[in-house]
């Protein structure tokens, strides 16, 4: 059974940190780009970063460039979101994304979401 278990989430003032765990089961992590979603009430699921397999490439929205950092541990089936100086735009759930192939055809896995609040 896949698992995408993600936690971390939680209350922070503006300005804060806070980070992100989706640990992963049911399936060959390091095969998986990895990726977290956020999707704030009313709004369309976003992209936030994603860390590519192997070479750990990554990418971010431009929204959270220099504050968010994607990192995984393959040896763990981890990937993690270190979010810094978080403002209250950043307010969603965030919810962690697995993204690969299975005998050529793609194959993805969501986690359930945890939710970020940043208010002071």
């Known amino acids: 059974e896949v698992q995408l278990q993600a936690s971390g989430g939680g209350r922070v003032q503006p300005g804060g940190s806070l980070r992100l765990s989706c640990a992963a089961s049911?399936?060959?992590?390091?095969?998986?780009?990895m990726s977290w979603f956020r999707q704030a009430p009313g709004k369309e699921r976003e992209g936030v970063a994603c860390i590519h397999t192997n070479a750990g490439s990554t990418d971010y929205a431009d929204s959270v460039k220099g504050r968010f950092t994607i990192t995984r541990d393959n040896a763990k089936n981890t990937v993690y979101l270190q979010m810094n100086s978080l403002k209250p735009e950043d307010e969603a759930v965030y919810y962690c994304h697995a993204a690969g192939h299975i005998l050529g055809s793609p194959t993805d896995y969501w986690g359930q979401g945890t939710q970020v609040t940043v208010s002071s």
């Open positions: 049911g399936f060959t992590f390091e095969d998986y780009a």
